[in-house]
């Protein structure tokens, strides 16, 4: 079973900042998604950014961006320039590459609070 | 088009009731899935769905808790003689086969 880890309960960052979000993941599979889910009190899930396990690249959406580390399996979320908008729990997710596994594994979640 | 909608956003059901969530997902998706969100704590996955199917149920209690999605209409989770242990909120995703999946806003259920 897939587990994914984040260790930063809560985090704070100034307005204008860059804050770095960690999360660690164990999977014994080759291919695989992850993602960063953003809940503001609202309790929406809105996807930030997802990034596909063969491709090397890290995905970047306008301030958001990751660093994917596959042999280590680390999914870190930068946030550039942040905004007030920002504040919110932060949670990463798995989801595997198999047919009738499409259920995402989710981090207990990071507070991000935004310092004026 | 609209996106996913579960209703109601707020439900109280009293110790030993019934709870009924309902999640219609986005046009075009066929694939269902539940989560449970408990307090300061991630979501964690109950059930999923196809039309008329369950794919995967490993994520739900093995009583009291059950779930469809039928041909028309919207996908039920169903709780039967909820407990306090039950409150918490209650998360559906749609999508096509394979593709991203589209949260609702969430049920919460509080039983008093």
């Known amino acids: 079973a897939q587990t994914v880890t984040q260790s930063q309960p809560e985090m704070s960052v100034q307005e204008a900042e860059t804050v770095t979000l960690s999360c660690t993941y164990d999977?014994?599979?080759?291919?695989?998604?992850l993602f960063w889910y953003k809940q503001p009190p609202s309790r929406q899930m809105i996807l930030v950014i997802r990034?596909?396990?063969?491709?090397?690249q890290n995905a970047t959406e306008n301030r958001f961006s990751v660093n994917f580390q596959k042999a280590a399996k680390s999914f870190s979320l930068k946030i550039s320039d942040s905004q007030l908008g920002d504040a919110a729990m932060y949670f990463c997710?798995?989801?595997?590459?198999?047919?009738?596994?499409?259920?995402?594994?989710f981090g207990k979640g990071t507070k991000l609070s935004v310092i004026p | 088009n609209a996106g996913v909608m579960q209703n109601p956003r707020h439900l109280v059901r009293r110790r030993g009731q019934e709870a009924r969530l309902r999640c219609s997902p986005m046009?075009?998706?066929?694939?269902v899935y539940w989560y449970r969100q408990l307090p300061e704590e991630g979501l964690k996955f109950m059930v999923y769905?196809?039309?008329?199917?369950?794919?995967?149920e490993s994520g739900m209690p093995k009583e009291r808790f059950s779930a469809e999605f039928p041909k028309e209409g919207p996908s039920i989770l169903r709780i039967q003689q909820v407990v306090r242990g039950d409150s918490a909120a209650y998360f559906c995703?749609?999508?096509?086969?394979?593709?991203?999946?589209?949260f609702g806003q969430g049920t919460r259920l509080t039983v008093v």
């Open positions: 995703a749609s999508s096509r086969l394979g593709d991203e999946a589209f």
């Open positions: 999977t014994s599979e080759s291919d695989y998604y």
């Open positions: 990034q596909e396990a063969y491709k090397q």
């Open positions: 997710a798995y989801r595997s590459y198999r047919a009738g596994s499409y259920q995402l594994t």
């Open positions: 046009k075009g998706h066929s694939h």
């Open positions: 769905l196809q039309k008329e199917n369950i794919i995967d």
